[in-house]
């Protein structure tokens, strides 16, 4: 018999879900064999498998040790390297706010928000590394609960990722970003003299082949709506500086949506101006995530105005200088 103590990290999940977890070897219908077995208890009861189970709940396993090792993946070996805990600094030095459940993450133009191939290095492996360097994640944890980013951004867009570190703070902050009850503000410098406000709504269609979005006046096949708004905060000659407001998420919403519209991100390679983009000093779309407000009933613990705001970095800067927008 063993005993497993419910961590932070994993509390808020059903009990079944955590022990195939916790059996990663152990296919499902041993998991409920051995419930039916009566093989566990949690907090000296036999549970069904569909009890919620919280932080500090005591699972006891009654089984051979043996049996118990063969139902898991040999424990992952985590040295940190010099490069680890550089690393870890130069992510802690980007942390905008975190708690016990969340985290955000002013992510650099360049990064990518998660893989896309095994040898890139992204905001999920950043933010582990990150946790286990100070000690608020263990191999043992990461075993059963897995933080990542909760929102995506383009490679080269930079600002705020919000991040789950705790089950509850994942399942909480997905649910928020997947009902829009967080509101997701970017900044972004455009081509042209926009009006004071546009509230935009048009048809969208992925090309996964050129992974381009491709809008339209109305719907047809395999088109979905979406919905921008935005406000002017600045013009300067040729140039415009607007405040976001994403209203729905689909890929490349904004860049390419105020493509369409005839007001494109200045140097974006994709959906912008080519020689005119080739003019300008620069090398990526002028967009920055700046802000993520909370709705009044969640906001996060120690955040005290509800909001979270990512300063610009320094190519946004230089491109707001030399537009007259600064």
């Keep these: 018999m063993i005993e497993v103590t419910i961590s932070n990290l994993e509390a808020g999940q059903r009990l079944d879900k955590f022990l195939k977890k916790y059996f990663d070897r152990a296919p499902a219908s041993l998991i409920y064999r051995l419930l039916r077995k009566k093989a566990f208890r949690l907090n000296g009861v036999h549970p069904k498998g569909s009890e919620q189970i919280c932080a500090g709940d005591l699972l006891r396993i009654y089984l051979p040790e043996e049996q118990i090792r063969d139902l898991r993946s040999a424990p992952e070996e985590r040295t940190f390297s010099p490069e680890d805990l550089a690393e870890a600094e130069r992510f802690e030095r980007r942390i905008l706010f975190e708690n016990e459940d969340l985290l955000v ?12 191939e095994r040898s890139e290095t992204t905001c999920t492996e950043l933010l582990r590394t990150y946790l286990l360097c100070r000690k608020r994640l263990s191999a043992e944890e990461l075993r059963t609960f897995h933080p990542s980013p909760l929102n995506r951004l383009d490679r080269n867009t930079s600002g705020i990722v919000l991040c789950g570190v705790s089950l509850k703070g994942s399942q909480e902050g997905s649910q928020l970003l997947r009902s829009r009850e967080i509101g997701k503000f970017y900044h972004a410098i455009v081509w042209g003299r926009t009006p004071d406000t546009v509230d935009e709504r048009a048809w969208f269609r992925k090309d996964t082949g050129k992974n381009r979005a491709e809008f339209f006046r109305g719907p047809g096949e395999g088109r979905s ?24 998420g689909k890929t490349h919403q904004i860049r390419a949506h105020l493509a369409y519209l005839g007001w494109p991100v200045l140097g974006d390679p994709k959906y912008g101006p080519r020689k005119k983009n080739d003019a300008v000093s620069a090398k990526r779309q002028m967009l920055h995530a700046i802000r993520l407000e909370f709705p009044e009933d969640h906001v996060p613990s120690g955040l005290a105005d509800g909001s979270v705001t990512a300063p610009y970095p320094e190519d946004f800067r230089k491109a707001l200088r030399e537009t007259g927008l600064d």
């Design 225 to 248: 709506e979406v919905h921008t708004a935005f406000r002017t905060l600045r013009r300067s000659g040729g140039y415009s500086l607007l405040e976001v407001d994403l209203l729905t």
């Design 105 to 116: 993450f002013n992510k650099p133009a360049g990064l990518l928000t998660q893989r896309a």
